[in-house]
Antibody
Framework: QVQLVQSGAEVKKPGASVKVSCKAS????????ISWVRQAPGQGLEWMGW????????NYAQNLQGRVTMTTDTSTSTAYMELRSLRSDDTAVYYC??????????????WGQGTLVTVSS | QSALTQPASVSGSPGQSITISCTGT?????????VSWYQHHPGKAPKLMIY???NRPSGVSNRFSGSKSGNTASLTISGLQAEDEADYYC??????????FGGGTKLTVL
């Protein structure tokens, strides 16, 4: 079955970087994209951006431009999301989700199990 | 980009029907038929329930239905069950590769 499995929880200090992985299985990784979404404690879901798994084209949310980089490794069917210059308000559960490539801003299915990133001094 | 507007909470008794609204603008909800709905139980991965306004993915109960009128999309759940209690989020396409979420609605089954 189609599945996305994310890396484990992270604790980082303010100003540090974090890189979360998302390993796909059960489908042709290169034929889809991956979106990243986060949820801060007590808050709603926030779209962070998207990457085309095949050609690496990306589109990031305006508020994260310059701090986020999304990449993929087609040889291992893994997507990565790196967030730099971490602040306390980056504390959140980070999710990856499979998306289409013709219209990436459409459905997200399935989702990874989530990765908790805690930013604390 | 502002989040789409959803009611903070809705509630209903088992067996009843409820509707959750998702209001945007002509630049998002009203401009495209790319509205999706997700069910999110705390601590679990969100689950796609409706895509492209009214389509149900395979395996999703036909008690869930979606519609749209103008700049407002709606999710209706009929025959409410205890396991439907969760947070529900709508999303809409802004550009072909930019998505916006609603603020989320907490559904309580009384």
């Amino acid at each position: 079955q189609v599945q996305l499995v994310q890396s484990g929880a992270e604790v980082k200090k303010p100003g540090a970087s974090v890189k979360v992985s998302c390993k796909a299985s059960g489908y042709n990784f290169s034929r889809f994209g991956i979106s990243w979404v986060r949820q801060a404690p007590g808050q709603g879901l926030e779209w962070m951006g998207w990457i085309n798994a095949d050609n690496g084209n990306t589109n990031y949310a305006q508020n994260l431009q310059g701090r986020v980089t999304m990449t993929t490794d087609t040889s291992t069917s893994t997507a990565y999301m790196e967030l730099r210059s971490l602040r306390s308000d980056d504390t959140a559960v980070y999710y990856c989700a499979r998306v289409g490539v013709l219209v990436p801003a459409n459905w997200c299915d399935p989702w990874g199990q989530g990765t908790l990133v805690t930013v604390s001094s | 980009q502002s989040a789409l507007t959803q009611p903070a909470s809705v509630s209903g008794s088992p067996g009843q029907s409820i509707t959750i609204s998702c209001t945007g603008t002509s630049s998002d909800v009203g401009g495209y038929n790319y509205v999706s709905w997700y069910q999110h139980h705390p601590g679990k991965a969100p689950k796609l329930m409706i895509y492209e306004v009214s389509n149900r993915p395979s395996g999703v109960s036909n008690r869930f239905s979606g519609s749209k009128s103008g700049n407002t999309a709606s999710l209706t759940i009929s025959g409410l069950q205890a396991e439907d209690e969760a947070d529900y989020y709508c999303t809409s396409h802004i550009t072909s590769s930019t998505l916006v979420f609603g603020g989320g609605t907490k559904l309580t089954v009384l």
